[in-house]
C-alpha cells in the first residue's frame, strides 16, 4: 500500500528535477493561476542558467541526506522535456492507499508532466494510475481575479485541480479550494477515492496556489499553520480544530532571483516530513526550528536557494510514494 498520510516513517519519494524548468507559453491560464497577484509573466523560455544548476545541485544535497536517513529516492524521467517543469511532482501526482491520481491540472501547460512520473509507480503491481483530462477552455478561468483575491482563477465548468492543494490524513483528505483547485475538484477527488477517504473542503482560506504553504501534518493530532491566512482554528474543517497547533513565526525571506517570482517567503511551512519525530526545513528558518523542537521535532536545515524563484520548497518538490502505514 502506498502513503496515506504526511508524516510516519518516509521510506520512498520522488524528488523532483530542475533540469528544463521554463516559463511556459503565455496564454489566459498562467495569466490566472500563476501570476493572478504577482505582475505579468516573464518572457516564455527556459529559466535562467543558474537558477537551474542551483536547484540541481540543492537537490542533490537532499539526496544525499534522503539516502542517509534509508529513503528510497525516485526521479522523474530524464528523457521527459517539460512544457513547464518536473520540479514540483507534488503539485501533479496524488498518492494514496492503493490510488495514483494524476490531476487535472490549472495550468494548461502542465497537462502533460504527469508522463514524467508514470513509470515509476510500474513496480507496484496492486497500484492504479487514473489519468484525468479536461478541455481547459478559455471558460474555465475567471480573468477578474486577476489583482483581487476574492475572485478565485477557475470556473466550475470542469473539475480542475492540482494535487498540491490536497493533504492527506490516513481516512481524511483536505482539500484546499483555490485559484489552483474549484469544487468540482473536490467533488472528482471523493468519487475517486470511494470510501477509502473522506475528502474535507478548505475555503476562504488563501486564494493562490496549493495547500502546503498554509497547513503542514506533523503527526496525528499537531499541525503546523501560517497564521497570516489561517487566523483562527475555525477556519479548519471540524475534524482539525481539536488538533494542537504550532504557529509557524514570520519566515526568513531568502528572496528569489531578479524578475522571477513564484512564491511567497511562507514556503517556510513547506517541509518534508521524515517522520514523526524529523522534519526537512530550508536551513534559514531557525526560529520555526526553534518552535518544532518544542513538540520533539528535530530539524534537518538544507538549502534550497531557488524556493521561491521556482514556486517549491521540500515539500513542493517531494512526492512521498511509501511511508509505514499506520
Ligand atoms: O505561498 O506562495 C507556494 C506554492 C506551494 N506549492 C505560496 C505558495
Redesign the pocket.
Known amino acids: 500500500m502506498l502513503s496515506r498520510n504526511e508524516y510516519s516513517q518516509l521510506k520512498t519519494v520522488i524528488v523532483g528535477d530542475a533540469t528544463g524548468a521554463k516559463i511556459p507559453k503565455h496564454d489566459i491560464s498562467l495569466r490566472c493561476v500563476n501570476y493572478a497577484d504577482n505582475g505579468t509573466p516573464p518572457e516564455q523560455g527556459l529559466y535562467p542558467q543558474q537558477i537551474i544548476d542551483e536547484a540541481n545541485e540543492d537537490i542533490d544535497k537532499f539526496i544525499q541526506f534522503l539516502t542517509k536517513e534509508n529513503v528510497n529516492v525516485l526521479r522523474p524521467d530524464v528523457e521527459h522535456n517539460p512544457a513547464y517543469y518536473k520540479f ?1 511532482p ?2 501533479t501526482v496524488f498518492v494514496h492507499d492503493n490510488n495514483v491520481l494524476y490531476t487535472p491540472m490549472s495550468l494548461r501547460a502542465r497537462a502533460d508532466e504527469h508522463t514524467a512520473y508514470r513509470k515509476l509507480f510500474d513496480r507496484y503491481e496492486s497500484v492504479q494510475q487514473e489519468t484525468v483530462n479536461i478541455k481547459r477552455e478559455d471558460s474555465l478561468y475567471n480573468t477578474a481575479c486577476v489583482g483581487n483575491p476574492n475572485v478565485l482563477a477557475l470556473n466550475e465548468t470542469e473539475p480542475c485541480f ?1 494535487a ?1 492543494n490536497i493533504l492527506k490524513d490516513n481516512d481524511d483528505l483536505y482539500y484546499l479550494v483555490s485559484n489552483s483547485g474549484n469544487l468540482r475538484g473536490a467533488e472528482m477527488l471523493q468519487h475517486f477515492v470511494g470510501d477509502t477517504a473522506k475528502v474535507h473542503t478548505i475555503e476562504d482560506v ?1 486564494s ?7 497547513i503542514a501534518f506533523l503527526r496525528e493530532g499537531l499541525l503546523l499553520a ?1 497564521p497570516s491566512r489561517i487566523k483562527d482554528r475555525t477556519q479548519l474543517p471540524e475534524k482539525l480544530q481539536n488538533w494542537d497547533i504550532v504557529w509557524a513565526p514570520e519566515p526568513v525571506d531568502i528572496g528569489h532571483y531578479p524578475g522571477f517570482n ?6 517556510s ?2 517541509l518534508l516530513s521524515i517522520n514523526e519525530r524529523l522534519v526537512v526545513l530550508e536551513e534559514h528558518q531557525h526560529n520555526l526550528r526553534i518552535e518544532l523542537e518544542k513538540h520533539n521535532i528535530d530539524c534537518a536545515m538544507l538549502p534550497m536557494r531557488q524556493a ?1 524563484t521556482l ?3 521540500f ?2 518538490i517531494t512526492v512521498d510514494v511509501e511511508r509505514e502505514n499506520v
Open positions: 514540483c507534488r503539485d492540482d498540491a488563501y493562490y496556489m496549493h495547500l502546503d504553504s498554509t501560517n513564484n512564491s511567497s517567503p511562507w514556503l511551512v513547506n521561491r514556486g517549491g520548497c515539500h513542493c
